[in-house]
């Protein structure tokens, strides 16, 4: 049986979740990111140039911005969002 933790000194990917009418929501599985950009898979497809309010859960910490949504790549059936962050806050 495998374990969803991460080993001793592995590090986790991040959690990218959504602010929607007041409430959080985890809607990204997300593939690689960095302080800029998060390239992440989702059910759902946001408007290129769509702005998202966005909180990162990353190694501990949380920090809250906003995202635009830059572009879609890859295969209808494995689209990969890419975010660009901005205006970071540290929640």
Request: aromatic share 4%; charged share 30%; net charge negative.
């Amino acid at each position: 049986m495998g374990s969803s933790r991460p080993a001793v000194g592995e590090v986790s990917a991040p959690r990218v979740l959504v602010l929607d009418n007041g409430a959080w929501h985890d809607v990204f599985e997300v593939l690689d990111a960095t302080d800029q950009l998060v390239r992440a898979r989702s059910p759902y497809l946001f408007e290129i140039g769509e702005t998202l309010n966005v909180r990162i859960e990353r190694n501990g910490s949380v920090t809250e911005a906003s995202a635009r949504v830059r572009a879609h790549t890859g295969p209808d059936d494995a689209r990969v969002t890419e975010l660009e962050l901005t205006a970071k806050d540290r929640a």
